[in-house]
């Protein structure tokens, strides 16, 4: 049985491609041909198989790995991670959802409250949004002038690099949807009693800058995707095939790991238990 | 079907017992008269009810969860947290491991680093050990004078009940192992490839010093064991007990909250989405 082709989702690795990568040449809800039962027991030995690397990472030590999801609004951010690291050992993975900057975090740099949450050797953070939102909303909606966020994008380049070169391997996903579904999700949202609690009315004066937020992920796709830090384009509409790309990008990237269980630093021959 | 009685395993709560309570009157092999087939089919009922109610407990966001794992070494700690807090939705629920105090934190309090580590509202905090290490080894080992532990006791009560008056529920428990299950998961340890780095040479040490510490468990179960903040001791040998109680015991503290879906601010006939 064929894996997924992951790398066809990864912006910068296709080998044909040198010009500019343009969101809309990917489709919302491709499948990657696959059939939905299929992908979905794909996806479950996919998760099986996360779950029992991220025992060997952990005992490891050496590396770190950091995910980092964005999307527009119901792009599935909470779902995924759900879907995707539920499951997986609490004690070895944080989450850590980063909302609007409050007082204190707007007075720091913009990496300044990033950098409290990367991981420590051994474990996963999972960033439910991140720094990019710094290059995006921040740009989208003006809150602080150009010269203050062109720069950002070297500076966030250079700091992923940082990490990488201490350890940390760094995946991000943008989970990628149409302004279509996007309705049909936020109507959903509106009218379930279950799910009405995470409707925010703010969300309909955002839809209304989807174009500049589009052109704004594209400049970040094309200007960060690097090798120390690429970003994957996820179709997000089909939440099985969005769970089997995501995992299976995760396990990819800790099985090019050499990873192994330390080696005891004692005999155990000679401990004697009583 | 009958539920567990958790309250048998609640110290201070068994309604006939006014004297001291002891360790030994606790069978660390207990299964509460279920068999395993059945007990392990109870935990995964439980387990799906965790998952459900977490789901409704972020959402209500009025009340915390701290969740205390206290053992002697091999007791299971690292498990229960994988097996009852694995499938638990991570972006509510972060797991802190305590280890031996670095520099900084001995030059604080012995409340300060914990206290960075409460839950927020709506989510879990899981502690693998907690403060309750500082009236454990740190008297055993008389890492401190007994004029700085003993005071300790009643400085944690406050501050679990300042913590249960600010929203949050605290639960503990202690995984009860007799000394020579030890012995047997210390050997395997030591003799299994995949669990050799998890074996540290002091536990050899540290097993030595059993009596002194079941006594000071003792004290602690005694003394801090409050309505706010209550202690179970939980007959950890049967994994499958040990993780139907722990689970059971959560789903009731959660059960027992009025939690609802926060009522939207807006009303949702008004809002137009193009």
């Not at 720091?108 to 939102?133: C, K, M």
Request: proline share 5%; hydrophobic share 35%.
């Amino acid at each position: 049985m064929s894996r997924l082709d992951t790398s066809k989702y990864c912006v910068g690795r296709e080998e044909k491609r040198k010009d500019r990568f343009r969101l809309r040449d990917v489709k919302t809800d491709d499948d990657g041909g696959l059939e939905k039962d299929a992908g979905k027991a794909a996806f479950e030995r996919a998760h099986a198989r996360l779950i029992e690397l991220q025992q060997l990472f952990y005992a490891d030590g050496r590396f770190a790995l950091c995910v980092v999801f964005q999307a527009m609004d119901t792009g599935g951010k909470d779902g995924t991670i759900r879907d995707v690291f539920g499951g997986v050992n609490p004690a070895g993975c944080r989450v850590t959802s980063f909302k609007a900057p409050n007082d204190v975090e707007l007075r720091h740099d913009f990496l300044w409250r990033i950098h409290q949450h990367t991981p420590r050797l051994g474990h996963f953070a999972v960033f439910n949004r991140s720094h990019y939102e710094d290059v995006l909303v921040a740009r989208v909606k003006k809150l602080v002038p150009s010269e203050r966020w062109k720069p950002r994008f070297e500076h966030i380049n250079t700091f992923e690099r940082m990490l990488f070169d201490e350890g940390t391997r760094i995946v991000k996903f943008l989970l990628h949807i149409s302004r279509d579904y996007q309705r049909e999700r936020l109507l959903r949202r509106l009218h379930d009693p279950a799910k009405q609690w995470k409707f925010d009315p703010q969300d309909v004066a955002e839809r209304a800058r989807w174009d500049d937020y589009q052109q704004a992920y594209e400049e970040v796709l094309n200007r960060c995707s690097t090798a120390a830090a690429p970003w994957y384009v996820v179709p997000a509409e089909h939440h099985w095939f969005r769970n089997l790309l995501v995992t299976q990008v995760l396990v990819e990237t800790i099985e090019s790991l050499p990873l192994a269980y330390p080696k005891p630093s004692f005999d155990p021959s000679r401990i004697v238990i009583d």
